[in-house]
């Protein structure tokens, strides 16, 4: 759609009834709701709580977008949100056409490294404004002329207010990780999601931190077993899919 001579992209929400509302429960947790009303009754789910869970649900990708906007973070700069269409800045490519996602493109090793330095930098920016993603993966990042753009946040985490909240840091760098590891296979041995929530919990972490990508793991922790194991078993799978893609190459 255009705006003047600017062409913009308009979101148009799915009805609850199209999608999964217990999808959604894990995400909602620490979310502020506007009103005590309607927090009682999106508690009690109630029709009208059920109507309320949905406009927050809208609500929450509008608030983020905005707010992350004015800190810096690459995303789509929102231009309004009017009877449950948001209307944004549409990410292009050098022609102008709608940009490809991250998932679709080929990368020289050195634009990997590059692409994953500017998206864990723009996660810790995120980070800092009290949000987390929440599902960031290659197919939630555009890939326009001067880098990659963060899209689709209608799930994003109060990263103080859920107890998931590590969880999904973690997840969210790792599906970027392993995805750019395809082109830069040492990326694989980074550890940004736990030096960066380690300096957020100590209230340490700033927008222009400097991270090394480097951790120490503390084997006091009750869980460092099933991290690790699930940090290894990322690794394995990427490993795999390197060689499987180095092997289609050569058979090239």
């Not at 930098?121 to 009290?130: D, K």
């Not at 555009?142 to 109060?158: H, Y």
């Not at 990326?187 to 209230?203: I, K």
């Amino acid at each position: 759609m255009r705006s003047g001579e600017q062409v913009r992209c308009a979101k148009v929400y799915k009805d609850m009834a199209q999608r999964s509302f217990q999808q959604r429960v894990q995400y909602q947790e620490g979310r502020k709701v506007r009103g005590s009303r309607q927090a009682r009754a999106i508690g009690k789910a109630s029709k009208f709580g059920r109507k309320e869970a949905e406009a927050a649900w809208k609500n929450a990708e509008v608030d983020a977008l905005y707010l992350l906007a004015d800190a810096g973070v690459r995303v789509p700069r929102p231009h309004g949100y009017f009877n449950g269409v948001l209307v944004m800045d549409l990410v292009t490519d050098a022609d102008g056409q709608s940009a490809p996602r991250l998932g679709e493109v080929e990368l020289s090793a050195d634009t990997a490294r590059d692409y994953h330095r500017t998206l864990v930098r723009q996660v810790v920016r995120m980070l800092c404004a009290g949000l987390i993603h929440g599902d960031l993966s290659p197919y939630n990042v555009l890939v326009a002329p001067d880098g990659p753009v963060i899209i689709d946040l209608p799930q994003v985490v109060s990263a103080s207010g859920n107890n998931a909240a590590r969880t999904m840091l973690r997840r969210d760098v790792g599906n970027i990780t392993i995805s750019l590891a395809r082109f830069a296979p040492e990326l694989l041995d980074t550890y940004y999601a736990e030096e960066m929530w380690a300096l957020f919990e100590q209230g340490e972490l700033r927008p222009d931190s400097e991270l090394s990508g480097r951790f120490a793991f503390d084997e006091s922790e009750v869980d460092v077993d099933s991290v690790m194991q699930s940090i290894i078993d990322a690794r394995e799978e990427a490993i795999i899919r390197q060689q499987g893609r180095e092997a289609a190459l050569a058979g090239d």
